[in-house]
């Protein structure tokens, strides 16, 4: 039962990564069918995405910083 809550758990803060941005590249109804491995790579590769601004973002946000 562990198990499974764990996986519910997983596949939540999945679909949350995946929609933090443009458009999902994953369809969260297909994510049920992978092991809890599966998942926490899957989980960790898009924590990595989120959190690397590009050149561009990077460069607006620079605007914002007082000198």
Do not use: C, H
């Not at 997983?10 to 443009?22: M, V």
């Not at 369809?27 to 924590?47: F, G, M, Q």
């Amino acid at each position: 039962m562990e198990k499974d809550n764990d996986k519910e758990l997983l596949l939540k803060e999945i679909e949350e990564l995946i929609s933090y941005g443009a458009e999902p590249t994953i369809n969260p109804t297909l994510l049920k069918y992978l092991s809890i491995s599966d998942l926490l790579s899957i989980k960790e590769s898009l924590r990595k995405r989120v959190n690397q601004l590009d050149e561009d973002d990077k460069e607006w946000l620079t605007q914002f910083i007082k000198t």
